[in-house]
């Protein structure tokens, strides 16, 4: 099964880390952890991705531990406007992504 | 420019009626996607195109049709549809397919009602 578990919700304060768990036993050598979130009436946005090592940008840091089968989004400083659906995605290269349930992220003021 | 673009962003129809959705992008990405999604789930993947081609259709009904007429464009047009086809449609894009460290750029979606 190519589809990730993820906590059906999660809450956090503004200005305080997030940490976004994912788990992804059953994952293959070559594929990449994709993580996307859904703003309210949006699309779904990129957020970050990567293989093995950890990595950040200026949205957020990935966390991917040693044997693979598990990753955590880290957002440092939440704030009101993470609030959002976030998705953890095994990309197969197998020619799409796919989503699973997401993470429905609440920031409280 | 990284945006995709789609239009309109609100339908009604009937179920007798047809009508398109249409989807743009001009960032040179060869590879377009069609997701459906019902609300409080995930996108689910309807089509995708790779070179103008259909590459992928995921068992999707046939009053569902969807066109590339050229690298920029995709349409869905949409025919005799059901009540249960009411949801937001989202077009994708990437700059290849089949590669895993691509990413998806998405459009803000078509929110679709059947009545």
């Known amino acids: 099964d190519a589809k990730t578990t993820q906590p059906n919700s999660m809450e956090s304060n503004e200005e305080e880390p997030v940490h976004l768990p994912c788990n992804h036993s059953t994952i293959s050598g070559t594929d990449y952890i994709h993580w996307y979130r859904q703003l309210p009436s949006q699309g779904p946005e990129y957020v970050i991705h990567g293989l093995t090592s950890n990595v950040n940008n200026r949205m957020a840091s990935l966390a991917i531990a040693e044997d693979r089968k598990s990753s955590t989004l880290i957002l440092h400083r939440a704030t009101l406007r993470d609030a959002a659906v976030y998705y953890c995605?095994?990309?197969?290269?197998?020619?799409?992504?796919?989503f699973g349930q997401g993470t429905r992220l609440t920031i409280n003021p | 420019d990284t945006e995709v673009t789609q239009t309109p962003k609100h339908l009604v129809m009937g179920m007798t009626n047809k009508k398109s959705l249409k989807c743009e992008q001009h960032m040179g990405h060869r590879a377009m996607y069609w997701y459906k999604q019902k609300a409080k789930k995930p996108p689910e993947l309807m089509f995708v195109y790779s070179y103008e081609k259909l590459s992928i259709n995921e068992s999707v009904p046939s009053r569902f049709s969807p066109e590339c007429p050229n690298s920029s464009l995709l349409n869905l047009h949409l025919h005799a549809l059901q009540p249960e086809d009411s949801a937001l449609y989202l077009c994708?894009?990437?700059?290849?397919?089949?590669?895993?460290?691509?990413?998806?750029?998405f459009g803000s979606g078509t929110q679709l009602s059947v009545l």
């Open positions: 994708a894009s990437s700059r290849f397919l089949g590669v895993t460290n691509e990413k998806l750029f």
């Open positions: 995605i095994r990309h197969q290269g197998a020619q799409k992504l796919v």
